[in-house]
């Protein structure tokens, strides 16, 4: 096994740095065709002629089409035994479930196949995106594609696909291609042969089939056979040496299927207005006899116009099976089809043994994929489980091989000592930041400036008023078209516009565009540098932007010929030295943020607090995460880490609670137009059975703030009252307050008649009040059918979070912050105990307190709630939800949202938060010294966890000196 590893990797390496036309090996026969097994024999008997000729039709199947189109499916797999489907554009999850039910009625296996050339993405929605075939082009080292073809295959088998149409293996030697442009490796046919093979290997290598398409070669036309019929004029001399050449290559490797373009070839057959998917000079002599292909042989889609233009529905299909065809690729009308078929076994055209052979085959493939094992699609954890850690790092190293560096005068690039210089990005084509901005943001002062292609004057003008202003200017050139029409999409405008950035100022051009592009481009000569970066992808912006910075080996080549520059042009660029880079990133963040540094030490200084943690979120990045200084103010006290565990106190309001809520809603479980009494009956008679939900998240239904529910319990000496509490837990005494205090078993009770009992103050007037989440945990518990902790505790696991109530259960008493010296309740230091009095009584677990845990997973769950309900690939909430519940529901006249605090919209009157904040934006802050705040139009996440409340929770130093507002403005001034 070792042995076989270790040759395995020879192989790979061998194969990617390979460059040369080497002597054919021995043709290697596809896998499928030498496995035999009694399940295809047996299968075979099982079925009826025109069964059989059904095994050879595969149509096209939408998952994002009505119950109109599943009743069309069902009905050509239950009347006609179709063979397959072709999965075209929908959802991983609802295909999966459709999928699943397709092949619960068919009797015979269904064989599922998708257009995956850079991998599901290219159909379906919420799945990863690989580099399209020309950016793979650019790369030296082809064993990436080996393991990206692997990956795709992967992604395939969990969504139950057998065949992938990849790899493209046409040669792209004509720029005006309509069709095929970027989805070719490039110029190079050996180039071309080489990565194709590389990527049909790795899929195969998972048993997933790959297929060469577009044979005999679709690199050189002008025309788009989806539109219409190419016409190549090419001499069979030509074809033979270019075009063919990576469809033999991949022939005597093992290739599992082709797919045969409808292209009018007159050098191989003569026949006007014929397809070469019509054509037996092409399929039977030239594909099977000549080159000896032994695969499953695909049509291109018949439905396209370069063979539906001039053949009849079921006409196309009998000259597609007359000319060598093994699977008619969307038919358009299968019952037609049938019978024109059967009309031709009739009159001798041809026979029932060749449509049996060809069924036969189609069978061997299908055991081959595994289809005699029953294929469920487990649709739980699918998104998870399709956009892996695993396919975004790969999408990185791909990204990185690509990135081609055309143009560098001076040694430009890498950039050093960008420090000092006041650098302008600009985007041409999307007006937001992206990937390639933030990227560089987190080493150098950048500002964004962004314009549409269709920018008007005026937003012309301001951009180069900032241009004018800058050192430098890093110009990205993006939203661009695959076809050459506009100059790609970008238009003259854009051109115009980036050639008279050059001539103001030193310029690095980015170009995320098809390679042709260069074609369109006069004059490069006034920009410092040039990087084609093929496409837009957050992998190559990034990648753009670590060229840039020298974070990252440049050694990309051009794979195709263009006006300025030679095909495998490229300048190798070696990456700056990790310690020089991880220096000037450091300087950087330090010039950056030093002012978030000085302003939570000033705090310690002040004794607001004896120490702190502080997390920022940037563009769903950690951009910052500190610790500062120690637990208490002993001197030999134990230091803040990043993992010093604190009391959130009402912070608890919007990480639990709103958590909560949101869920149910999500689930349609929950109403927030509801009354109290909908949900709680027992309210019924009392002022707060008719309150509306929305008004009590809102503090505006009249509740009072709070109730001292702890005073009721002591003597005027301070003392506990006989009967109330015990050290020790019993039946009588179950409910954990403190260390060694445990509360009188009805006392929650007795809790919800006070408040049930108490007087409302005045409705529709805000009043910041707890009272309302003592009937809110009530409310989750009973449609949760679980308690609060236990019911969030599931979604904090989804999310990998380590957020809790009852923190000594989980974590050492070392870990946990204390808070306050309690001399008058539970008389002792609290540490890993809510510091919450009713939330104590209450056990520990409330709605309104009680959860623990480390700035950093409040940030990041508060970048879900900016991610609208997910994180990670991994969806907890309804997006629209999260928008409702973030939004103010009351402005002007009450700001908050539900559950959320946000700010003032009144300039008048005073903000919770920095006037940098949008009213987007939302958030709360606790009463031990914590806040959280999260920007929708920023995307910037601020968190500052204290224990301000130790030794005693007055005097308020904390609020008094304004730390964490101002920390919160630093972090805006440091991200503008």
């Known amino acids: 096994m070792k042995r076989f590893f270790f040759l395995s990797v020879i192989f790979i390496i061998c194969a990617g740095f390979y460059h040369e036309d080497p002597k054919s090996p021995a043709k290697k026969t596809p896998e499928f065709i030498v496995e035999q097994n009694h399940w295809v024999d047996s299968v075979f008997n099982s079925l009826t002629p025109n069964q059989r000729l059904g095994q050879l039709f595969m149509v096209a199947a939408y998952s994002n089409k009505d119950m109109k189109h599943v009743k069309e499916i069902r009905e050509l797999i239950t009347n006609y035994g179709i063979g397959g489907l072709i999965w075209m554009q929908g959802g991983p ?30 159909r379906l929605d919420s799945t990863p995106r690989y580099p399209k075939q020309m950016t793979l082009g650019a790369m030296r080292n082809d064993s990436l594609i080996y393991y990206m073809g692997k990956q795709i295959a992967k992604e395939c088998k969990r969504l139950g696909i057998h065949v992938n149409f990849a790899p493209v293996a046409d040669v792209n030697n004509n720029p005006a291609n309509p069709v095929i442009g970027m989805r070719s490796f490039g110029e190079n046919k050996y180039k071309v042969a080489q990565k194709a093979y590389m990527y049909m290997a790795g899929m195969q290598d998972e048993r997933v089939m790959a297929n060469g398409k577009h044979f005999p070669g679709h690199g050189d036309t002008d025309v788009d056979s989806h539109k219409g019929l190419p016409v190549i004029n090419h001499s069979t001399d030509r074809l033979d040496s270019l075009e063919l050449y990576p469809f033999q290559y991949l022939f005597d490797r093992g290739l599992g299927s082709i797919m045969v373009a409808h292209l009018n070839i007159p050098s191989l057959d003569t026949t006007k207005n014929l397809a070469s998917t019509l054509s037996p000079k092409v399929v039977n002599d030239l594909l099977k006899n000549k080159m000896g292909f032994k695969g499953l042989i695909f049509t291109d889609a018949l439905n396209m116009k370069g063979v539906s233009k001039y053949f009849a529905p079921g006409i196309v299909d009998v000259k597609a099976l007359l000319a060598g065809n093994d699977v008619l690729l969307f038919s358009e009308n299968v019952e037609k089809a049938i019978n024109e078929i059967n009309k031709a076994i009739k009159e001798g055209k041809i026979s029932q043994a060749e449509v049996d052979e060809r069924c036969k085959k189609i069978l061997q493939a299908k055991f081959w994929c595994g289809l005699y094992n029953k294929q469920e699609i487990v649709t739980r954890k699918l998104f998870k489980e399709l956009n892996t850690t695993q396919s975004s790092e790969l999408n990185d190293k791909l990204a990185t091989a690509a990135v081609t560096l055309l143009k560098n005068d001076n040694d430009f690039l890498p950039l050093k000592n960008t420090d000092s210089l006041k650098i302008v990005e600009v985007s041409l084509g999307l007006e937001e930041q992206n990937t390639l901005f933030t990227t560089l943001k987190d080493y150098t002062n950048i500002e964004h400036v962004g314009l549409k292609h269709d920018a008007k004057p005026k937003e012309i003008n301001e951009a180069f008023e900032k241009i004018r202003n800058a050192d430098l200017i890093i110009l990205q050139l993006n939203k661009a078209t695959l076809k050459a029409e506009n100059n790609y999409g970008l238009g003259n405008q854009t051109l115009r516009l980036a050639d008279s950035i050059a001539r103001i100022k030193p310029t690095i051009l980015v170009l995320l565009t098809n390679p042709y592009i260069l074609n369109k481009i006069e004059d490069v000569s006034p920009f410092k540098s040039v990087i084609l970066a093929y496409e837009y992808m957050p992998s190559l912006l990034r990648a753009s932007a670590n060229a840039i910075l020298g974070i990252n080996r440049v050694d990309g080549q051009l794979p195709v010929t263009t006006k300025l520059f030679k095909v495998e042009s490229g300048i190798i660029l070696e990456a700056l030295s990790p310690t020089r880079i991880k220096n000037s990133q450091t300087i ?19 004794k607001a607090y004896p120490g702190c943690q502080v997390v920022a979120m940037k563009d769903g990045k950690l951009i910052y995460q500190k610790a500062f200084g120690k637990y208490t103010y002993a001197p030999d006290a134990k230091e803040v880490d990043n993992g010093t565990i604190y009391d959130l106190a009402s912070v608890t309001k919007v990480t639990s609670s709103a958590l909560a809520l949101m869920k149910l809603a999500s689930e349609k479980k929950f109403d927030y137009k509801k009354t109290l009494g909908d949900y709680l009956p027992y309210l019924k008679g009392s002022n707060k059975d008719s309150l509306f939900i929305e008004d009590v998240l809102t503090h505006r239904a009249g509740l009072q703030a709070w109730i001292p529910f702890y005073l009721k319990t002591l003597t005027k000496k301070n003392e506990y009252k006989p009967g109330l509490y015990s050290v020790k837990p019993s039946e009588k005494y179950p409910t954990h307050v403190a260390k060694k205090l445990y509360v009188v078993k009805d006392f929650t009770d007795t809790m919800y008649r006070r408040i049930v009992a108490s007087k409302l103050e005045t409705p529709g007037k805000y009043l910041y009040s707890d009272l309302g989440y003592y009937f809110m945990q009530q409310i989750i518990e009973q449609l949760a059918q679980k308690k609060q902790s236990d019911f969030v505790k599931d979604m904090y696991a989804q999310m990998g979070l380590t957020l809790t109530y009852e923190p000594l259960k989980y974590f050492s008493i070392e870990q946990i912050a204390p808070t306050e010296n309690d001399t008058k309740f539970r008389k002792q230091l609290l540490q890993g105990y809510v510091h919450d009095p009713g939330a104590a009584l209450l056990g520990g677990v409330a709605g309104h307190a009680g959860l623990f845990g480390n700035a950093l997973d409040v940030a990041k769950l508060m970048q879900m709630y900016l991610n609208k309900g997910e994180l990670n690939g991994v969806r907890i909430l309804d997006s629209n939800v999260v928008k409702d519940f973030t939004a103010c529901h009351f402005c002007p006249g009450n700001r908050r949202g539900l559950c959320f605090e946000k700010p003032e919209p009144d300039d008048k009157k005073d903000s919770p938060v920095t006037s940098d904040c949008s009213l987007a934006s939302f958030g709360h802050s606790g009463f031990t010294g914590t806040f959280v705040w999260a920007d929708p139009q920023t995307n910037l996440v601020v968190v500052f966890l204290s224990n301000r409340v130790y030794p005693d929770a007055e005097p308020n130093k904390l609020a008094k000196l304004g730390v964490r507002g101002k920390i919160h403005k630093a972090f805006y001034e440091a991200v503008k």
Do not use: C
């Open 588 to 606: 950087f963040l330090k010039k950056r943020f030093g002012v978030v540094d000085s302003i939570a030490l000033w705090g310690i200084e002040e």
């Open 93 to 122: 999850v609802k295909q999966g479930k459709l999928a699943n039910y397709y092949q619960h009625i068919t009797k015979t296996p269904l064989l599922y196949s998708i257009d995956g050339e850079w991998g599901l993405a290219m």
